[in-house]
Nanobody
Framework: QVQLVESGGGMVQAGGSLRLSCTAVGRTFRDYAMTWFRQAPGKEREFVASINWSGGLTSYGNAAKERFAISRDFANSSIYLQMNNLEPEDTAVYYC????????????????????WGSGTLVIVSS
């Protein structure tokens, strides 16, 4: 079992930045590729970013490219999502998740590929 706990959400004005954190407790953190998803009100959960087990490969969804950066910290069993130049359309609950399977899928991750989910952290971007 892996427990994932997100933090760092909040309210920010358009153009601002936030850094989300996700800390893993339990099974070996480095066994998993890790991802961020988000779900806006009334919309389906969508892929935001992923990082492979070593941290050497990253991939982003269209909304995150050029503005967001995913990273991982093995010493603290954590991943991060640095979000810059935020827009009101980025308002959502952000979830971190650990991916199933040995092969890194880049941006080709759906909700069905995840083995574990955090409970989410809310990001609100005001205009």
């Amino acid at each position: 079992q892996v427990q994932l706990v997100e933090s760092g959400g909040g309210m920010v004005q358009a153009g601002g930045s936030l850094r989300l954190s996700c800390t893993a407790v339990g099974r070996t953190f480095r066994d998993y590729a890790m991802t961020w998803f988000r779900q806006a009100p009334g919309k389906e959960r969508e892929f935001v970013a992923s990082i492979n087990w070593s941290g050497g490969l990253t991939s982003y969804g269209n909304a995150a490219k050029e503005r967001f950066a995913i990273s991982r910290d093995f010493a603290n069993s954590s991943i991060y999502l640095q979000m810059n130049n935020l827009e009101p359309e980025d308002t959502a609950v952000y979830y971190c998740a650990a991916a199933r399977g040995p092969h890194y899928r880049g941006s080709d991750y759906g909700t069905g590929n995840m083995a574990y989910w955090g409970s989410g952290t809310l990001v609100i971007v005001s205009s």
